[in-house]
């Protein structure tokens, strides 16, 4: 073997200096308003912890996982599933705690513990060992394989050369991310849980090249909404592992959505973090706590709130979080629908018609349409500041 799967990374050398180009100007910002990064860290960790999981086939919605990571009970979602979306958040959280330690290394042992927490340790289906049987990427909706990875007997070595590779590699760490990735993909060590490992991985080399915010350390929300260019990335493997193969092709895609992604979540954070500071500011006249923004800011992009999710994200009492929400009501930022156990929150006419009044627009209803329009008005106005 020459070089296990090989790429030229001149292709992406312009893209590589956008995105240091972006994490100076995104340090230069300097921190982010605590209540501010508290709120958008939570949304984007749910975001990326969804589509990960969702593109894995587990059966759960993007609010679904907010309300698991807060800590709310989640009738709909089974026990089982609900392990899934969990141990992913825990993967994400390990490699990150590892990433910053000065005797960091990629070996085995690295990959081992992040998969048994990607499969919220499931023994029975395999978690923290390697699989021991050949295994195939087929398409689940035809059955047909797309590709025969190594045999099991290869799977340790392969790895362990992998490893090493991410050791020594000197390359931006946009490629490294990419190459990690598709390699582990390719090498497919376990019996389930590879794609979630590799994106994971990707993640930790962003982290670990110094691309420490959330812009940069996760693509599956990126990957989710564009499912059919994230498939075709691995043609480059050919039907069954070839060491050798040319894996050029993916680092290309991977590196361009890194950029993509990261050009859209700054626009994205300031359009949000304007709306959050309306309505913090208009949970400041009506409550002496600003923590009351949480439920309006869930409210205003079209998410029920219930008090159990709200007091999973301030940690108040029963009695303090229904008092809370029935403040909003009363002022009509919020709608209450349901009784007793049932009973959710949604955004009131008045939440948007005043969140529109502070921007100069005049807005009517609670619906989507409300809500697009407040949003487009922000995004065409921060695009212009930054064209």
Not at 118 to 138: K, P, S
Not at 144 to 150: E, H, K, N, S, Y
Not at 280 to 298: G, K, T
Request: aromatic share 8%; proline share 4%.
């Amino acid at each position: 073997m020459k070089t296990l799967l090989p790429f030229d990374p001149g292709p992406v050398a312009g893209q590589c200096s956008e995105l240091d180009d972006w994490r100076a100007r995104l340090d230069y910002k300097g921190p982010l308003p605590r209540a501010w990064e508290g709120r958008l860290r939570r949304d984007l960790e749910a975001e990326a912890v969804a589509a990960s999981t969702i593109m894995e086939g587990v059966n759960v919605t993007v609010d679904e996982v907010r309300r698991i990571l807060a800590g709310d009970r989640t009738v709909d979602v089974n026990p089982e599933d609900r392990a899934l979306v969990e141990g992913y958040r825990d993967a994400m959280n390990f490699v990150l705690r590892r990433a910053d330690d000065p005797s960091f290394q990629w070996n085995t042992e690295l990959l081992i513990g992040l998969h048994d927490r990607v499969l919220g340790g499931r023994y029975a289906a395999g978690a923290g060992r390697f699989r021991d049987a050949q295994r195939w990427v087929v398409i689940s909706a035809t059955g047909d394989v797309v590709f025969l990875p190594p045999t099991a007997e290869e799977v340790s070595g392969l790895v362990e050369l992998a490893c090493q590779r991410m050791e020594s590699m000197e390359v931006h760490p946009a490629v490294a991310a990419a190459w990690v990735h598709i390699s582990v993909a390719a090498i497919h060590p376990f019996a389930d849980g590879n794609g979630r490992s590799a994106r994971v991985l990707a993640s930790l080399a962003m982290y670990r090249g110094g691309f420490k915010r959330k812009e940069f350390t996760s693509l599956e929300e990126w990957w989710g909404r564009h499912l059919t260019e994230y498939s075709s990335a691995f043609s480059c493997l050919g039907k069954e592992f070839d060491p050798e193969a040319d894996v050029t092709q993916f680092i290309e895609a991977h590196v361009n959505a890194q950029v993509s992604q990261v050009r859209a979540l700054d626009l994205r954070e300031q359009v949000e973090r304007k709306i959050w500071t309306i309505v913090e500011n208009l949970v400041s006249e009506i409550a002496p706590d600003r923590r009351l923004a949480n439920a309006l800011w869930d409210a205003f992009f079209g998410r029920d709130v219930t008090a159990g999710y709200y007091r999973s994200l301030t940690e108040v009492s029963p009695a303090t979080a229904t008092n809370d929400l029935a403040v909003a009501v009363a002022a009509g930022f919020l709608i209450a629908v349901g009784e007793r156990r049932g009973r959710r929150y949604l955004a009131g006419p008045r939440l948007y018609e005043t969140v529109g009044k502070a921007l100069g627009l005049s807005v009517d209803g609670a619906d989507d349409n409300a809500r697009a329009m407040i949003v487009n008005a922000l995004s065409s106005r921060g695009a212009a500041q930054t064209s």
